[in-house]
Each structure stands twice: as structure tokens, then as C-alpha cells.
């Protein structure tokens, strides 16, 4: 999915074999991977980097040669590496097989049956998909704390009860895209029963937003990725999506079914990994990359040893 900022310049080389010296922590033990060559791949934005990042470094502690092939440009390339074999594994997002891979065009509300589907119907296509995390790296609506102090809002269900009690406090940026796209504000005001003038509705790109809501009062609300560093250091709060509009998009291990069949072992290396890999956890390293500055390898890695999983060499 490419719902977050592109992360360019980050040093990381196509192709290039990953040379870190690590060792097991929690996954790993008795190095199941010893042998093998796999090829890890990415989307070419800070948090799938950071994700494939981490399966290539697990795949390394476990006893694998690995060649790091992430950070290729948009969705396709990525997606189109794992169904030919090019690339072993990544993390893909259940939204984005489900709608922009598979062809659908509802998401499935309940997110384990959102999995499931997409799960059964990429078979055929010759991609296993591994459990899922919570991670969900979606759409969102956000307030700054400082003005929600005086709004007290929770919910999309409390800025529809706003708008109709006092329309003109609620003024949202979004992106163009996002303005008029039936999976963005158009189809969320329908869910949620709310009409704003369109006075109210200012378009700019991805990346002001953050600011404006932050820092100014020219708007009250702003479209955010639930995932975005930027949410955390920028003390915004999300919104929760109490009916369920936007898909979900939960980050999973998707795997080349031929190299799942030869090393089945990857699910007991990867599950765990998932089962950590939190929404708030993606804000956490997502803001070392795109607010600090760090590298995308090194912020895995980091994050990998402080977990436990893996350990330094």
C-alpha cells in the first residue's frame, strides 16, 4: 500500500546482499535458515522498507544468505517480484491485496476476514500469506491534542454530531485524491451522515496536513495515515472509525508459495514478529525515519535487538 510518505535517498541498494553479523535471540535458534538464499524485497516507502528490513535481518539471524531487494518504486514491482519468485518475501498490506491486487471492490469490515479472504483468494497466484499484525496503516481523520482539549472528540461519530450542532468548527485539509475518492471523504460523510460546506474542505498535499492541524487553526481536522510518525511526534490525536469505513490495510508476511514450501519453517520466524508489530509500534520507527532522519536498516535492526528477536554477532 502506498499510504504514507516515499522515503527517497535512503541508501539502500537494489540487489545488494545484507552483511550484518547477527544471531538468533527468540527466532532463529538452530539456524532453520542455514543454507538457504532468499531474497527480501519492499514498497518504496519508509515503513515497508523498515518492515522488509526486518524479515531480511530475521532471515539472517536464522542462518540465511540474504539479498536485500527493497525499496522498489510503487506497489506493482514490489507485488510483481513475489508472484514470479524474483523476491522471497514482504510485507504487504490486506487492503491492498484485496482491492488493488485481487480486484475488489468492497473491503471486508472484520479485519481477520479481511486476511482470510485475501489469504485464499492469492493462492492461486501462486503468494502465501502469513498470519497478520494489528499494524494497520490506513486512512484517519486527526485533531491536534491542543484543540481537542476544547472539543473532547473521540470518535467520526462525535465530528458528525459537531457538524451538525456547529458547522462551521469543522473545518478538514485532505489531499485532492482523498476529496473525492468514494474510499475517502465523499463516501465517509455519507457513512457518517455529515455534509460540510464545501467552504469547510481545503485540499493540499500529504505532507502540509500534519502541519497545518498541528500548528495552525485553519483546520480542525486533517487526513492522516494511522501509521505516520508524524501522528506521535506532532501530538495529533486519531479519530477512531466507530462504523468501520476505511478498509483495513494490516501489514502480513506475504511469501513466494514454492520458497514457503521448501523452508516452511519462515511462519514460526515470522509469526512472532507480526504479533508485536503494533500500529503505535509502526509510529515509533516510522517517526525515527521520516522525522529524524535514521536509516530504515538500522532503525529494524535497532528495533529487532531491543525486542529480543535477533542479537548482534
Excluded at 552483511?19 to 527468540?26: A, I, M, T
Excluded at 474510499?183 to 460523510?189: F, I, Q, S, T
Excluded at 508485536?276 to 535514521?294: P, R, S
Aim: glycine residues 8%; hydrophobic residues 35%; proline residues 5%.
Amino acid at each position: 500500500m502506498s499510504l504514507a510518505l516515499t522515503l527517497s535517498g535512503c541508501g539502500l541498494k537494489s540487489g545488494s546482499p545484507m552483511v550484518d553479523d547477527v544471531r538468533p535471540g527468540s527466532v532463529g535458534q538452530d539456524l532453520p535458515l542455514k543454507g538457504a538464499s532468499l531474497t527480501v524485497t519492499s514498497k518504496n516507502f519508509s515503513e515497508n522498507i523498515v518492515l522488509g528490513q526486518m524479515i531480511g535481518l530475521v532471515f539472517k539471524a536464522a542462518g540465511a544468505e540474504v539479498l536485500d531487494r527493497t525499496n522498489l518504486p510503487g506497489s506493482i514491482s514490489a507485488r510483481e517480484a513475489i508472484v514470479k519468485g524474483d523476491a522471497d518475501a514482504m510485507y504487504e498490506y490486506t487492503g491492498t491485496g484485496w482491492i488493488t491486487y485481487l480486484g475488489h471492490s468492497r473491503p471486508i469490515a472484520n479485519p481477520t476476514k479481511q486476511w482470510q479472504a485475501v489469504r485464499d483468494e492469492d493462492r492461486k497466484n501462486g503468494v502465501t500469506w502469513l498470519p497478520q499484525s494489528t499494524l494497520n496503516n490506513t486512512y484517519a481523520l486527526a485533531i491536534s491534542r491542543k484543540n481537542n482539549a476544547k472539543y473532547h472528540l473521540r470518535t467520526l461519530s462525535d465530528v458528525a454530531a459537531l457538524a451538525k450542532k456547529n458547522p462551521s468548527a469543522v473545518t478538514i485539509c485532505v489531499e485532492n485524491e482523498f476529496a473525492s475518492r468514494d474510499d475517502g471523504l465523499p463516501g465517509m460523510e455519507k457513512a457518517y451522515g455529515m455534509s460540510l460546506p464545501a467552504g469547510n474542505i481545503k485540499k493540499m498535499d500529504a505532507g502540509i496536513i500534519y502541519t497545518q492541524v498541528s500548528k495552525s487553526n485553519s483546520c480542525l481536522l486533517g487526513e492522516v495515515y494511522t501509521t505516520d510518525g508524524r501522528v506521535r511526534a506532532m501530538n495529533l490525536d486519531v479519530l477512531v472509525d466507530d462504523k468501520h469505513f476505511f478498509p483495513n490495510y494490516n501489514a502480513a508476511p506475504v511469501v513466494h508459495t514454492k520458497t514457503f514450501e521448501k523452508y516452511p519453517q519462515i511462519a514460526k520466524l515470522l509469526d512472532p514478529l507480526s504479533r508485536k508489530l503494533t500500529t503505535q509500534a509502526a509510529q515509533e520507527f516510522n517517526a525515527k525515519v521520516d522525522v529524524d532522519g535514521q536509516d530504515p536498516h538500522a532503525v529494524a535492526k535497532e528495533w529487532l535487538i531491543r525486542e529480543g528477536f535477533i542479537k548482534n554477532g
